[in-house]
């Protein structure tokens, strides 16, 4: 079956300490890969898109790496500060559906003073 | 910075009730969309549409009816109300596919 697996373990880390969240595909052929960020109560905000053919992009303190052979995207935030803590969401579309994007169910960083 | 609106943000509602869900774009945007959300799960897509005149049933099976009769406009409406509907309703616009999506703030409904 297809899914995508996000740790549901909350991530708990010091302030200024790296923040790797991992993202797990099965079963399928993702074109394109995003993150998304969700505060409580809110709608995800989108922070950084990976294309296939990609193996990492960065914006600021974001870094995301795509690995198609290990079916797995790697998200890190360095210097994380407690303004971070939030649920973030892997989503993929595939080659053959780009109208939908399927989205993980997050994993929560909580970072700490 | 939120160009795409929903209203209510909270609903509470009885069995069997009508309501309709607000969505609106000041972006232009021709893709819209409908995702149910449950607390800590991930987002399912119930509708969508590439235009006006435009819709279709997305990957969960979802009683919504939705509408695009402009393109600034999504409105999504449940005539009979239930408990299983209860939950959180996000949509979301973007200008083409494979581009990220700009969600709205959400409606969480409860019906009681």
């Known amino acids: 079956s297809q899914k995508i697996e996000q740790n549901s373990e909350a991530l708990n880390i010091q302030e200024g300490k790296t923040a790797t969240l991992t993202c797990n595909y099965t079963n399928y052929s993702p074109a394109y890969l995003q993150w998304y960020r969700q505060d409580p109560g809110r709608g995800p905000v989108f922070l950084l898109l990976?294309?296939?053919?990609?193996k990492e992009k960065r914006k600021e303190r974001l870094k995301v790496t795509f690995d198609t052979t290990l079916k797995q995207s790697l998200f890190h935030i360095t210097a994380s500060q407690p303004a971070d803590s939030a649920t973030y969401l892997c989503a993929l579309t595939e080659m053959d559906s780009s109208y939908k994007l399927i989205f993980g169910s997050g994993t929560r960083l909580l970072v700490r003073p | 910075e939120a160009d795409i609106y929903q209203t209510p943000r909270y609903l509470v509602i009885g069995t069997g009730k009508k309501i309709t869900l607000e969505c609106s774009q000041t972006?232009?945007?021709?893709?819209m969309y409908w995702y149910q959300q449950d607390p800590g799960m991930e987002l399912h897509l119930i509708h969508y549409s590439y235009g006006v005149n435009s819709t279709e049933k997305g990957d969960l099976s979802s009683e919504s009816t939705v509408s695009r009769i402009r393109t600034e406009h999504f409105p999504l409406t449940l005539e009979s109300a239930r408990p299983s509907h209860t939950s959180q309703y996000l949509c979301a616009s973007r200008d083409r596919d494979n581009s990220p999506l700009h969600f709205g703030n959400g409606t969480r409904l409860t019906v009681t």
């Open positions: 990976i294309r296939e053919n990609e």
């Open positions: 972006m232009g945007h021709d893709k």
